[in-house]
């Protein structure tokens, strides 16, 4: 369980990072024109993900769950696997990647990196570390509650964003 924790510390981290380089990125997409939308869903989406991370520290102390082998290993790798898919968004959208939806009117959709084959990649890294993360500790109740809310809010996420894209476009 110790390699379990130190994945969701190191996680935790690398939130804060995503969250600093979102928040630069925002200021230079709002800089060029930008257009925010989506803002009322947003403080939801914050509380779903660091309700996500506490799950994966608590559930497993406060229920006594142990690491299987079994089910651990292959979550591991599926959680380290996600949070190089989103990297990989991360730096092919470079300064135009935000946590928030900012759509930055005349700006080309990217065609690149993992954009070749998925509309949202990003998001299927989010999904993937979603119960994977949580099962790689024996955190079944967390990777179900955050997998349903998740899928809700995905829903109103990414319509979000297919409506933000269709109007600048």
């Known amino acids: 369980m110790i390699v379990y924790y130190a994945l969701v510390i190191a996680t935790c981290f690398e939130r804060l990072a995503e969250l600093v380089v979102g928040k630069r990125n925002a200021a230079w997409s709002l800089a060029r024109g930008g257009v925010e939308t989506g803002r009322g869903h947003y403080p939801p ?26 089910l651990g290993i292959p979550m591991l790798a599926l959680a380290i696997g996600a949070q190089g898919l989103r990297w990989w968004c991360i730096r092919t959208l470079g300064p135009r990647w935000n946590t928030r939806v900012i759509v930055v009117p005349g700006l080309p959709l990217v065609a690149t990196g993992p954009y070749r084959w998925f509309a949202h990649p990003n998001y299927v890294a989010v999904v993937v570390e979603g119960f994977a993360l949580p099962l790689a500790g024996s955190a079944w109740v967390t990777a179900l509650v955050f997998t349903v809310l998740n899928a809700a809010l995905l829903t109103v996420r990414l319509r979000c964003e297919i409506r933000a894209l269709c109007s600048t476009s």
């Open 45 to 70: 989406m914050v509380l779903l993900h660091t309700g996500l991370l506490a799950g994966c520290l608590i559930e497993p102390a406060v229920a006594h769950r142990s690491f299987i082998p079994a």
